[in-house]
């Protein structure tokens, strides 16, 4: 299993631009979330999907969209890119609560972008 | 989200205990996590706790929970250098949507 898979792993745009940000798992999860790293802020929920066709925002949505066509992949959309989405993105899965059983969220190693 | 309060910044000597504090405001959380984050690197899940639980061990890795205080920690003992990290606690009572504390910068000194 290659877990959660993020790329790019860097990215740099100019103000304006747009670009996806690729998360793929492959341990058949149920739950896919994005959240964003900022400095002295810990991470934040972007948004999150619990199954294939449902997608929720979290904490802090504004500027971005997602999708989750298939259970595998969630991408994130920025569709113009700010000064103020320079983050840490990370993409995390879990199979879903099941009463008290363990439930592990999975992160990706994360894509680091700057807008300038 | 729910506020999860963390002290910034933890500094001790190696081969001492490390106690990290993390309090919360969620009584509802169902789910607790410790997560460790090393420079330039992902989030590694150390431990977790149920809220039934009040203490769970794994090795040298001790969590206590609180529910009356609302309050969780964890303590490492025999601190090593290769501890030296950001830890983050992480609560969500969801399953997909973890609330997280700022992080917690441990720094292990010889």
């Known amino acids: 299993n290659a877990g959660v898979t993020q790329t790019p792993k860097f990215q740099v745009l100019k103000t304006g631009q747009s670009m996806t940000l690729q998360c793929a798992q492959d341990m058949n999860h149920e739950y896919m979330s994005w959240y964003r790293q900022d400095p002295g802020m810990g991470l934040r929920l972007i948004h999150y999907?619990?199954?294939?066709?449902?997608?929720d925002q979290g904490e802090v949505p504004n500027g971005y969209n997602v999708s989750r066509s298939t259970t595998e992949d969630f991408p994130l959309r920025l569709l113009s890119a700010a000064p103020s989405q320079t983050s840490v993105y990370f993409c995390?899965?879990?199979?879903?609560?099941?009463?008290?059983?363990?439930?592990?969220?999975?992160f990706g190693p994360g894509t680091r972008l700057t807008v300038l | 989200g729910e506020d999860v309060e963390q002290s910034l910044f933890l500094s001790v000597r190696e081969g001492d205990s490390s106690v990290i504090n993390c309090t919360y405001t969620d009584s509802s959380s169902t789910y607790l996590y410790w997560y460790k984050q090393e420079p330039g690197a992902g989030l590694q899940l150390l431990t977790y706790i149920f809220s039934n639980m009040d203490m769970k061990q794994d090795q040298r890795l001790t969590v206590l929970l609180n529910k009356k205080d609302k309050h969780l920690s964890l303590r490492i003992a025999d601190t090593q250098t290769g501890d030296s990290a950001i830890y983050f606690c992480?609560?969500?009572?969801?399953?997909?949507?973890?609330?997280f504390g700022k992080g917690t910068s441990l720094l292990v000194t010889p």
């Open positions: 992480a609560l969500t009572n969801s399953g997909y949507a973890l609330n």
């Open positions: 999907s619990v199954g294939a066709g449902i997608t």
């Open positions: 995390a899965s879990s199979r879903g609560l099941a009463g008290e059983s363990y439930n592990e969220q999975f």
